[in-house]
């Protein structure tokens, strides 16, 4: 019976805790955790991984235009119908000499009916083809998928640290409205105890029913603001599964602080910082190697006016058969080789509007360059300009956070002694709550242009965590 008992004990402490596991799906999300969950969920993410493996795929297929190829045949062919043609009967002409001692010589005919080919052939073989000169064409197309590569994985990189920066963003998102929530919930607890203090000297007479009222109505009007924070944490929430690639249902908590991290990065030169962007931002260096194709692609434009050589070998074997009956040992073998020259003459303009084509992308790629460039010098200034705002506005709300409680700590002192009103309690607290409101703000905006200015800069990686 004891053992009944304690298997029973033992099915319950190990079984009902793993079943309820099954049933709840939470997840604690870091902000390192966060980004990792993005890069291998976010479907931006694989669109950029899969233009990669297609790049890679270009690049073998340029090679395969300057490779030699390699082609088997077998060909059958049944003559339903075998031609015939009637030609002269040369032997009767030649053997005229010899009709007076063969004078069944004289009924010879004059036309004879002759059969070309027999009724079922079959031909097999290989050829060997090889391009010998394509005027540019094949150096060309392999130099072009070996850039169009590199472009792809700077793409990738792009949208990495584009990822990397919107789920940072996100996530302090997330992570401001659950600090939010709490400063409205001091909030409401201050006023709650106000409104106790208060209704206590009513209750003694030391404090008049309008400010006891006064108290009632500050704190109804701060539960809708409580109400708000909390939906705008549920809809933060929400932005961050979704960029995470997260299933709806799932309940994720956020693990993080804000804190003021020194950042020397920030401390540069507004020129170094741009002349690092120039460097390091994946975006430029794709232009580099889309340009380096459009240049390429006017040299692939000119070969469609120059000769093409190629070489090409021919071994076969064919059998004649008026039966099904094919011997590999009866086959009559050939072997040739050619060298073909093509010689473009005239293609309807083709090649002439192909050649203005390239001409005028690779003058596009040059205009994009320098709109790149000039965007990213601007994008730059932008973001080093928001990262002195935020850092001087932080600095600044440490301060007032300070002199706030100092403030609310005095006028609750001096009401309690009746030196002053309710209406100054309520200033106080109301002051203190928009001071922490307006720190907590700060530090989010000092976070997310830290990361910012090294994500326009394209050295977003290795600071995840600071």
């Known amino acids: 019976m004891y053992n009944r008992k304690y298997l029973w004990v033992l099915i319950i402490t190990i079984i009902i805790p793993s079943l309820a596991g099954f049933t709840q799906d939470n997840l604690t999300l870091t902000l390192e955790k966060s980004v990792n969950y993005a890069l291998k969920n976010n479907p931006e993410i694989k669109m950029a991984e899969k233009e990669v493996r297609k790049a890679k795929a270009g690049r073998l297929e340029a090679w395969s235009n300057i490779l030699p190829r390699l082609n088997g045949s077998v060909n059958f062919q049944h003559a339903w119908d075998i031609q015939q043609q009637t030609i002269p009967n040369f032997l009767k002409p030649m053997l005229k000499p010899l009709e007076p001692y063969m004078p069944e010589l004289a009924l010879m005919p004059d036309y004879v009916t002759m059969?070309?080919?027999?009724?079922?052939?079959?031909f097999y073989g290989a050829t060997?083809?090889?391009?010998?000169?394509?005027?540019?064409?094949?150096?060309?197309?392999?130099?072009?998928?070996?850039?169009?590569?590199?472009?792809?994985?700077?793409?990738?990189e792009e949208t990495k640290q584009s990822l990397i920066y919107n789920t940072t963003n996100v996530?302090?998102?997330?992570?401001?409205?659950?600090?939010?929530?709490?400063?409205?919930?001091?909030?409401l607890a201050q006023t709650r105890a106000n409104l106790d203090n208060v209704t206590k000297k009513y209750n003694v007479g030391s404090a008049s029913g309008f400010d006891k009222m006064r108290a009632q109505v500050e704190l109804a009007n701060l539960k809708p603001e409580y109400i708000t924070a909390k939906n705008n944490h549920q809809s933060a929430q929400t932005m961050l599964k979704t960029v995470l690639g997260l299933k709806r249902d799932t309940k994720i908590e956020v693990d993080g602080e804000f804190k003021y991290v020194e950042d020397d990065f920030g401390n540069m030169a507004l020129d170094e910082l741009q002349k690092l962007a120039y460097e390091h931002r994946p975006l430029i260096k794709a232009l580099a190697d889309q340009k380096y194709i459009t240049k390429k692609g006017i040299?692939?434009?000119?070969?469609?006016?120059?000769?093409?050589?190629?070489?090409q070998t021919d071994y076969s074997?064919?059998?004649?058969?008026?039966?099904?009956?094919?011997?590999?040992?009866?086959a009559s073998k050939g072997f040739t080789s050619a060298l073909s020259l093509q010689i473009p003459l005239f293609h309807g303009f083709q090649s002439t509007a192909l050649y203005q084509k390239s001409r005028l992308d690779y003058k596009i790629i040059l205009d994009t360059e320098k709109q790149a460039f000039d965007g990213i010098a601007a994008e730059t200034e932008v973001a080093y300009n928001k990262f002195k705002e935020a850092k001087e506005k932080y600095f600044s709300a440490v301060q007032t956070v300070d002199l706030a409680k100092e403030a609310l700590r005095l006028a609750t002192m001096m009401y309690e002694?009746?030196?002053?009103?309710?209406?100054?309690?309520?200033?106080?607290?109301?002051?203190?709550?928009?001071?922490?409101l307006n720190?907590?703000?700060s530090i989010y905006e000092y976070q997310i242009s830290r990361y910012q200015l090294r994500k326009v800069v394209g050295m977003l990686k290795g600071v995840l965590g600071d």
């Open 115 to 122: 059969s070309f080919g027999m009724r079922n052939t079959l």
């Open 171 to 187: 996530f302090y998102a997330c992570l401001l409205s659950k600090e939010l929530v709490k400063v409205q919930e001091e909030a």
């Open 128 to 156: 060997v083809s090889q391009p010998v000169f394509l005027g540019g064409a094949g150096i060309a197309g392999i130099q072009i998928a070996n850039s169009a590569k590199r472009a792809a994985e700077q793409n990738l």
């Open 317 to 330: 074997f064919m059998l004649m058969k008026n039966d099904y009956k094919f011997r590999h040992a009866e």
């Open 439 to 441: 720190y907590i703000n």
């Open 417 to 436: 002694e009746g030196v002053n009103t309710q209406l100054d309690v309520m200033g106080s607290q109301l002051a203190l709550t928009q001071a922490k």
């Open 299 to 311: 040299k692939l434009a000119k070969s469609n006016f120059m000769p093409k050589l190629f070489f």
